[in-house]
């Protein structure tokens, strides 16, 4: 098993943002569905979108892209379309996409910060 089987053994639920608000103005989301990956409790310093430091809570290892605004959460959680209502669901609010240097199949690690 290589490094990248390694780092997605783990079911994450992901809730991607829709790009609209709801009736109250919250951030609306589109379908929630399971993603591999690696979940960290850790903390991390990082820059986010606006050029704040802020630090994360957890680092996610994912096995496909997800955006900024979006929700991870620790094992399936499919049947619950709010990610705010699940308990341990955290905002995305940091990635990163690091391309491997070897380039081997186009290989690349994507991190989310929490």
């Not at 850790?42 to 994912?62: T, W």
């Not at 997800?66 to 991870?72: A, E, F, K, R, V």
């Not at 049947?79 to 186009?106: F, N, S």
Request: proline share 4%; with cysteine; aromatic share 10%.
């Amino acid at each position: 098993m290589g490094i990248y089987e390694k780092l997605a053994a783990q079911t994450i639920t992901y809730w991607p943002p829709s790009g609209s608000r709801d009736a109250y103005g919250n951030q609306a989301f589109g379908s929630p569905a399971t993603i591999g990956g690696f979940w960290m409790d850790k903390q991390e310093l990082f820059v986010d979108a606006e050029g704040r430091e802020v630090r994360s809570n957890a680092v996610v290892f994912v096995d496909q892209d997800c955006q900024l605004g979006g929700y991870l959460a620790e094992g399936d959680q499919t049947a619950t379309a709010d990610p705010t209502a699940v308990a341990g669901a955290r905002e995305i609010r940091g990635w990163e996409k690091i391309p491997h240097l070897r380039q081997v199949a186009a290989k690349t690690t994507r991190k989310a910060l929490l």
